[in-house]
């Protein structure tokens, strides 16, 4: 499926996430933007797809002013997991290349040179996101000065009449210079003070590291053939994303100058990534795509049991408390996956929680999947089997007291020839 995963793991640049968190509030937004995120949603939920999050989504999500909350929100609906920082990032890269230099043998790259957490992992029950808008405010302000800068190279450089070619090896050679001042610590250990070696190893093609491949590449295209481009403030933030996540992400949804660029320089081809970006065409091509792939992919991991909860007067009488105890059951999945399903005739109840000033479902916290019926519903079994995602099920369709060994008695009757347990029925869905 994924180049270092079984998930598909696709990047979507901030544009992308806000015309998503805008959907439902905002008349304007392309309705596109409300089917790439169904699909991704979907193919979250059937361990399939991840949208990790990253440093820079932090920086933007922050100062997004009202739509920050929802933001975070719908990224929670999409992944739960984060991609290094560019630093941790980019001294990975360098120590591993630093060890190719010395002949040091390594073994294959893997998730966690890339990733906090392991993407393949079963889907988590809650997500926290932590922003700090007042360092990442200050670091947007320096973009700004960072950008006038470069727009008066840029000038400089037309006149000069530099190339491409040209341009490409002298940011090359500022990476090299920049890196001797500032960063010989990172490697400094594993070349045990060696200053010559150091300095061969700086000088060599070993150095390049795909980070400072694509920066450089990337920068030169921008100064000097698309010269007739002012430089945008968003331009450094973009090129530290692509050039930090291009090589290790399945497919990237960028802006469309930056997604052309990276065409143009055949960055896509050499790190087989797909890339899509926000012109409509190229929105429903990746909307073609994703379709196309929930529909030929398995998911990555399948709940051992599941369980299904038709609710009657007494299980309504207080869902909140029932539900918070299956609920509950479903969060350890190192002891077994349950995944739960919960039929919604349209009179379960809410509770009021004054702390939020609203109400919660039936359900409350719990990770718990809604199917809505009517009383026309009377094939609720097959209504189970096409959405059970495991070899058997259990039908709650009345109240009882759920006891403490409920779960692992369930685990051990699903694996014999049981067929009922507290009363309640087990199916097979074959």
Not at 41 to 47: A, D
Not at 78 to 103: A, Y
Request: proline share 3%.
């Amino acid at each position: 499926m994924g180049k270092l995963t079984k998930k598909l793991i696709i990047y979507l640049d901030q544009n992308f996430i806000s015309e998503i968190a805008k959907v439902d509030i905002n008349s304007k937004v392309n309705l596109d933007y409300k089917k790439l995120f169904d699909l991704i949603h979907r193919g979250f939920l059937e361990e399939k797809i991840i949208v990790p999050k990253s440093f820079f989504h932090k920086i933007e999500s922050s100062l997004a002013g009202k739509l920050t909350d929802r933001i975070g929100q719908f990224q929670s609906y999409m992944g739960q997991i984060s991609l290094h920082h560019e630093d941790t990032l980019e001294t990975s890269e360098i120590v591993r290349n630093g060890e190719i230099f010395l002949g040091i043998k390594r073994k294959s790259i893997e998730w966690s040179f890339v990733y906090t957490d392991n993407p393949d992992k079963i889907l988590e029950q809650f997500d926290i996101d932590i922003r700090s808008s007042s360092y990442l405010q200050l670091l947007t302000d320096g973009r700004e000065q960072e950008a006038q800068k470069l727009q008066q190279v840029q000038k400089n450089l037309k006149e000069k009449n530099i190339s491409f070619e040209k341009q490409t090896e002298l940011e090359i050679g500022a990476i090299r210079d920049r890196f001797k001042q500032y960063n010989i610590d990172k490697i400094n250990w594993l070349f045990k003070g060696d200053a010559e070696s150091i300095n061969k190893f700086i000088d060599s093609e070993d150095f390049i590291i795909p980070q400072y491949y694509i920066y450089a590449r990337m920068w030169a295209y921008l100064l000097t053939v698309h010269n007739n481009r002012p430089i945008k403030v968003s331009d450094g933030t973009d090129i530290d994303i692509i050039s930090s996540y291009l090589p290790y992400v399945d497919v990237l949804a960028t802006d469309s100058f930056m997604g052309r660029t990276i065409k143009e320089l055949k960055l896509d081809t050499k790190y087989k990534t797909k890339i899509f970006f926000a012109k409509e065409e190229s929105r429903k091509e990746l909307i073609k795509f994703l379709e196309d792939y929930l529909t030929n992919n398995e998911p990555v991991n399948v709940p051992d049991v599941s369980i299904f909860v038709l609710s009657d007067d007494g299980i309504k009488k207080d869902s909140f408390d029932f539900f918070k105890k299956l609920g509950l059951m479903g969060i350890n999945k190192r002891r077994g996956w349950i995944e739960l399903f919960a039929f919604d005739d349209g009179k379960m109840p809410e509770y009021y929680d004054e702390r939020i000033n609203n109400t919660w479902p039936f359900y409350g916290l719990q990770h718990f999947k809604v199917i809505k019926i009517n009383k026309e519903n009377n094939n609720i079994i097959d209504i189970c089997k096409s959405h059970c995602r495991s070899k058997k099920f259990v039908l709650i369709n009345s109240y009882r007291k759920i006891p403490p060994n409920f779960k692992d008695t369930l685990f051990e009757y699903c694996g014999s020839d049981k067929y009922k347990i507290l009363g309640y029925n087990i199916y097979d869905v074959s």
